[in-house]
């Protein structure tokens, strides 16, 4: 992922908890369509990394009204780092949270960072925010998700034939959940190290350069494509 969405993730917490908006009353919007609630300014469908329980959650845990068991239809891929992302196209089952917000004058913006999203440079988005329509329990709801741009898919993503990320996750776990203490902190200290710091080299470099992970850079380690990702989901 791109450095300003490392930036995203050091401050969210912190701009939310100082956040100057006053939270508007929730209330749901019906729409003539089908008895569909439309739900876009202020509930996302999510799978993946900011569902319950995942590594990205925490991020949004200060400015959750109510979370919904939802599935939709589309996409899901995994990605070499081991972790899901979604893609509204495709015909299977994808079994998610609907995640109803509050304070979304901010939130929006941040989460648009987050996913790497533009409105104005759509073809250079890593993903696209869409309306789509999820069912729970209480309905069926019109709300926001984060396509991934197919432009943008890595060559390295494995379409999850069924699915069910979340079993796809069981059977195979992802790679940040393989790392030793020690490898993390190396790999967190190569993602934050800035153009003037160098990181020594030490025998964990040569191990995570044979896995594809660290690469060398002639006087300085740096962190791989897959590496990146890494660092990026060790939160």
Not at 41 to 49: D, E, I, M, R
Not at 181 to 192: N, Q, S, T
Not at 203 to 231: H, M, N, Q, W
Request: overall charge positive; charged content about 25%.
């Amino acid at each position: 992922m791109k450095s300003m969405q490392r930036k995203f993730l050091n401050s969210f917490e912190l701009l939310i908890s100082k956040n100057p908006f006053v939270i508007r009353p929730h209330v749901l919007i019906t729409s003539s369509k089908e008895g569909i609630k439309n739900m876009l300014n202020h509930a996302l469908f999510v799978c993946g990394s900011l569902c319950q329980g995942m590594v990205h959650h925490k991020l949004l845990q200060d400015s959750i009204l109510k979370v919904s068991p939802a599935v939709t239809q589309g996409n899901a891929y995994r990605l070499e780092v081991g972790y899901p992302v979604f893609s509204a196209t495709g015909t299977n089952s994808i079994q998610g949270e609907l995640i109803e917000l509050k304070a979304t004058e901010i939130l929006w913006p941040l989460l648009d960072q987050f996913f790497s999203f533009s409105e104005d440079k759509l073809e250079k988005s890593l993903f696209h925010r869409k309306p789509i329509h999820v069912t729970t329990d209480s309905g069926v709801f019109e709300v926001f998700a984060y396509s991934i741009n197919p432009t943008k898919m890595p060559k390295t993503a494995k379409l999850i034939l069924d699915g069910d990320w979340r079993k796809d996750i069981k059977l195979t776990a992802p790679v940040t959940t393989e790392l030793t203490v020690d490898e993390a902190d190396y790999i967190k200290k190569l993602g934050k190290c800035t153009g003037r710091e160098i990181v020594p080299y030490t025998p964990l470099t040569r191990e995570l350069e044979k896995r594809g992970i660290v690469v060398d850079k002639g006087r300085r380690p740096a962190l791989t494509k897959l590496g990146k990702e890494i660092f990026h989901y060790l939160g």
